[in-house]
């Protein structure tokens, strides 16, 4: 079983910061790629943010220049630097990772609601 456990959600005001990290725990030989999903109200899922582990990353239109993904593979974790941040990017941020464990898997976290006040 692997679980992943997020963290860094909160409230902010327009314009703030915020940081969003995510760990990885179980039986993991290897974690292909690491992303961050989002969903507002009455939404789809957006990919936000992807990483892999040679650390080529991508980004959806709306948040490149804004936000940035890293991981440390040593700790099988995942973080999302989140400036400038807008109304719009209010959502609940869903870890994603595509991981070998004793079967290859895709696992997501519970998710954490990021709130921008206008």
């Known amino acids: 079983q692997v679980q992943l456990v997020e963290s860094g959600g909160g409230l902010v005001q327009a314009g703030g910061s915020l940081r969003l990290s995510c760990a990885a725990f179980?039986?993991?030989?290897?974690?292909?790629?690491m992303a961050w999903y989002r969903q507002a109200p009455g939404k789809q899922r957006e990919l936000v943010a992807g990483i892999t582990g040679g650390d080529t990353t991508n980004y959806a239109d709306s948040v490149k220049g804004r936000f940035t993904i890293s991981r440390d593979n040593a700790k099988n974790t995942v973080n999302l630097q989140m400036n400038s941040l807008k109304p719009e990017d209010t959502s609940v941020y869903y870890c994603?990772?595509?991981?070998?464990?004793?079967?290859?898997?895709?696992?997501w976290g519970q998710g954490t609601l990021v709130t921008v006040s206008a």
């Open positions: 994603n990772a595509l991981v070998r464990s004793v079967t290859r898997l895709e696992v």
């Open positions: 179980g039986t993991i030989f290897t974690i292909y790629r």
